[in-house]
């Protein structure tokens, strides 16, 4: 109990010290042991990197997960050191909202079909965009937890302790300064009543102050090494970072790749299916022309014959090709990405389509491959 309170007593004694010490440096009262530049410059840089680094991770989570209360479940089970429970991602509920809608509807009908292929289609989207999250935690976002929870906490308390040990070295050497003006004054106007007495206690006082000084400058240089050595890691740091930074690059263009390669699938596949306005379209121009004919021209409702067309002698406009496309019977054109044809319209063609020339061949391409160039 004695050693207990004679602890407390040094503590708060010592708590004291530096709060005076700290004090009288604000109000310019005392003088403050100033670091070198390099190390100043070491500190800066350190702070730097923690700021921005933090800014930097807390956007990335944002990107990662819009959702705040998301956010704040993943926190709490990585608090609570539990696995938070698998999430669907927002493409993978669309993909199967649509794939159970195009059931319900009918799959034999355009519109269901339709719903299940593109179901299908955002499904794997959401997949893509899951595995996405999962790669850049690990590669991204995790170095940058670890260095903010791990690193920078080290750092932070090396620097408070180098700090304390700092006010101890001033206050120690406020006290030398302090007994040695006494010990001056007192040899400058000496008191021959009691002069031995004097003059020893005030000599016992500045040595005892002198060696407080040399401990407490050789515990500050001690620190401030310490402290030197983890600021100068900050470099591995950025190193580290940098190729985090690469593999984050890399699983985003993968992610944006697979996306693209998904939709192009999705609009190859839904190009060979006429949608419902066309085949409504179509049925009203039959029933038109059944019924202005009579029903003893049957050949005037028959799919236009390509090799019969012939193009216009103005309206025909150049078109780039902006994806690959496979023709689906003789009367379609296959293209080529990024090539140049010849295009134009026929009346009573349907809007989504356009004839295409290429050289001497010749056939429908769908609008949504092409690029119509003035």
């Known amino acids: 109990m004695d050693f207990n309170v004679k602890k407390l007593a040094s503590g708060a004694g010592l708590f004291f010290t530096r709060a005076v010490q700290f004090t009288e440096e604000k109000l310019g009262q005392a003088e403050k042991t100033e ?82 292929i593109v179901g299908e289609c955002e499904s794997r989207l959401g997949a893509a965009e899951r595995e996405f999250l999962q790669t850049s935690a690990i590669s991204f976002l995790a170095p940058l937890r670890n260095f ?9 308390k090396e620097r408070r302790l180098l700090e304390n040990l700092r006010l101890d070295l001033d206050a120690c050497k406020a006290r030398v300064k302090k007994a040695k003006a006494a010990e001056a004054k007192a040899a400058a106007a000496p008191d021959f009543q009691d002069t031995r007495p004097r003059n020893y206690v005030l000599s016992a006082s500045a040595s005892a102050a002198e060696h407080e000084l040399r401990v407490a400058q050789t515990e500050f240089d001690r620190q401030a090494e310490v402290t030197r050595l983890l600021l100068e890691g900050i470099s591995s740091t950025h190193v580290n970072h ?23 699938e999705l609009q190859k596949e839904l190009s060979r299916f006429p949608n419902a306005f066309t085949l409504n379209a179509a049925n009203a121009a039959v029933s038109t022309a059944s019924a202005s004919e009579g029903a ?42 990024d090539e140049l044809i010849t295009v134009y319209t026929v009346p009573g063609m349907d809007s989504d389509w356009l004839i295409g020339e290429r050289g001497n061949q010749k056939g429908k391409v769908p609008v949504t491959y092409l690029e119509l160039l003035s």
């Open 35 to 116: 670091l070198d530049a390099h190390f100043e410059n070491l500190m800066s840089r350190a702070d730097c990197t923690k700021l921005w680094t933090e800014k930097i991770f807390r956007q990335t989570e944002v990107l990662l997960q819009p959702n705040p209360s998301a956010r704040i479940e993943e926190f709490l089970y990585e608090k609570l050191d539990m696995k938070a429970p698998s999430r669907a991602t927002n493409g993978e509920l669309l993909g199967q909202y649509m794939q159970d809608a195009g059931k319900e509807l009918g799959a034999g009908t355009p519109y269901g079909n339709t719903l299940m």
């Open 148 to 156: 903010l929870e791990g690193d920078w906490r080290t750092i932070s």
């Open 242 to 264: 940098l190729r985090c930074l690469h593999e984050f690059v890399e699983a985003q263009a993968a992610f944006y790749k697979h996306c693209h390669h998904h939709m192009q």
């Open 296 to 337: 003893g021209s049957p050949t005037e409702a028959d799919t236009l014959k390509i090799e019969e067309v012939q193009a216009p002698a103005t309206g025909t406009r150049k078109a780039k090709v902006l994806y690959d496309y496979d023709a689906a019977d003789s009367s379609e054109l296959s293209l080529l990405a």
